[in-house]
């Protein structure tokens, strides 16, 4: 026996000779291992090598997106861009530049207009490079402007609409495809905002298996937006109750299969450069000449404002009165506390016809989930080391770090932040003041819900703002319902059905062993 299987699993020489048949007999079975073998290697090849092929990049088919942020301080110019075949996909869209228009916001060119569409320029033919010259035409462009020019349209609409249209032509003849300019309102701005944040931080993205259990499926809770500009300022989040005591103030939204009833508002002037203009004419009510003692500026610290400025803003017009002299003169004193009681009778708490009230009499439900602070909340923020990346200084030590920081001499803070721009640097102090308050008397964040704010700039590479929202919006690229996912990646699959398949070959080789038992293997072997 032990010689029998030796001998039929040996190569030995053929032999022609009578006594070699039942050696030939016993190589049969040799020959369907070596068969098999080689076909179960070959179809190891021909599966690696279909998972390795469709799995190779190709080239993508990328699309592109540009939207103009006609802010009331400056312009802002974004490109987006994202891969063609995932445009319904949550997350997918990316901010690949954004150039800062030099200069002042549009509305700051209601005096000459056609200076407003050229200070565009430079921006667009930044664009230009960063779009591929074939996809130019193709690629839409959109203008919208915010609180600056709600603002000059308020004051004097033909003006805003003459600089409107300015900006249109222009965007008119650039090579992109022009896809409308206009002011947008507080309420989308807010809205998109906060589509914005939820958009890039996930918060609408549902796992594919859990798909099948719509009753169990746990959403990620959306997170609310904050934005802070120069002349407005919107507050937008998903409030527990559902039903909203202000038409005006609830948004209803269906996004990858999900409701989202959603309270905004944006109060215009609350902006942080209107709001120091309002609290100046405040102040100025009270003055008897033209030197006024501003604690929200630093000791040493000193400005002269025009008084005709000053007052030719609707946020301002009604305490206009007739001075005896055409500019102000202020002087800082760098006091925290002072500074914060100027700062906080803006904010108007005396009456509520609804149940509950943020200030002005206007409704605001009681706050409620985390909350993404960008714009100047960030930059501000930002600055005084208040914004850490996962939650924020709490309120105690912020308000620590403001007394700090205002009672500090105007050349001191100048000469260690030699590199910051004087017109920022000097107005931290107010602008850090004014932030708390607006975010704990205006809004009423306590002690516990302000460690709920995170001031973000950026979300990986896109910058939290409006204008992702609104390009997503306007390009149909957030659908309504959820698109049929599959539950598994290509890759994922391609490699189950690898697997699975040597599974099933390995199977198939161990069964044909087992059963048909060659004389090769009956010993010892398998
Ligand atoms: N410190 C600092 N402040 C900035 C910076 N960029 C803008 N600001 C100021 O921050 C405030 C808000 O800026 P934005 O968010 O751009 O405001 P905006 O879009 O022009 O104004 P709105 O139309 O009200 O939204 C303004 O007072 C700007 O002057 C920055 O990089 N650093
Ligand atoms: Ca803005």
Request: aromatic fraction near 10%; proline fraction near 5%.
């Amino acid at each position: 026996m032990d010689v029998d299987t030796r001998a039929s699993c040996q190569s030995l020489p053929y032999s022609g000779s009578a006594g070699a048949k039942p050696k030939m007999a016993s190589t049969k079975p040799k020959m369907a291992v070596l068969i098999l073998g080689f076909l179960f290697v070959l179809a190891v090849i021909a599966l690696i090598t279909v998972a390795v092929t469709q799995n190779q990049r190709l080239p993508k088919n990328i699309k592109y997106g540009i939207v103009l942020d006609a802010g009331s301080s400056h312009t802002n110019l974004y490109v987006y861009t994202w891969p063609a075949e995932k445009e319904n996909d949550t997350g997918v869209v990316q901010q690949v530049e954004v150039c800062k228009v030099e200069g002042p916001g549009i509305s700051g060119y209601s005096q000459a207009v056609q200076n407003a569409s050229r200070s565009l320029q430079h921006c667009l033919e930044r664009a230009q490079e960063v779009v591929p010259q074939q996809q130019h035409q193709e690629t839409p462009v959109y203008l919208g402007a915010t609180a600056g020019m709600r603002l000059l349209s308020l004051e004097n609409r033909h003006v805003a609409m003459e600089v409107l249209s300015a900006v249109e032509n222009r965007l008119r003849s650039s090579p992109f495809n022009f896809q409308g300019a206009r002011i947008i309102t507080g309420q989308e701005e807010g809205a998109y905002g906060w589509i914005t944040i939820n958009y890039l931080l996930g918060s609408f993205k549902q796992s594919g298996w859990l798909n099948f259990l719509p009753k169990l499926t746990s959403i990620k809770e959306t997170v609310g937006a904050l934005d802070l500009g120069g002349a407005s300022t919107q507050i937008t989040f998903v409030p527990e109750q559902e039903q909203s005591e202000s038409q005006e103030n609830s948004l209803h939204f269906r996004l990858y299969g999900k409701s989202y009833n959603v309270y905004t508002h944006s109060f215009l002037c609350y902006g942080k450069d209107q709001a120091l203009r309002m609290k100046l004419v405040r102040d100025l009510q009270n003055a008897e000449t033209a030197r006024l003692q501003d604690p929200c500026f630093h000791t040493g610290y000193e400005r002269n404002v025009s008084i005709r400025d000053l007052y030719a803003s609707p946020c301002t017009a009604n305490y206009k009165q007739s001075l005896a002299f055409p500019q102000l003169h202020v002087v800082g004193s760098g006091d925290y506390q002072a500074c914060q009681t100027r700062i906080e009778e803006l904010f108007n708490k005396t009456s509520c016809p609804y149940s509950k009230c943020s200030f002005n009499g206007i409704f605001q439900p009681p706050l409620q989930g985390h909350f993404g602070a960008f714009s100047a909340f960030y930059f501000v923020m930002n600055f005084l080391n208040l914004s850490a990346d996962s939650s924020p200084a709490p309120l105690n030590s912020a308000i620590s770090t403001m007394k700090n920081f205002c009672s500090r001499p105007w050349s001191e803070v100048k000469a260690a932040y030699p590199q910051v721009k004087e017109k920022y640097l000097s107005e931290y102090c107010f602008s850090g003041t004014y932030i708390i308050s607006l975010l704990k008397t205006g809004y009423e964040f306590s002690l516990e819900t302000w460690q709920q704010i995170q001031f973000l700039g950026k979300i990986g590479s896109s910058d939290a703002g409006w204008t992702l929202g609104y390009m997503l919006n306007l390009t149909n690229m957030i659908p309504a319902e959820q698109p049929l996912m599959r539950p598994l990646s290509h890759a994922g699959y391609v490699g189950l059905m690898v697997l699975s398949s040597l599974v099933l070959v390995g199977a198939l080789l161990l069964g044909w062993c087992i059963f048909r038992k060659p004389r090769c293997l009956r010993k010892g072997i398998v």
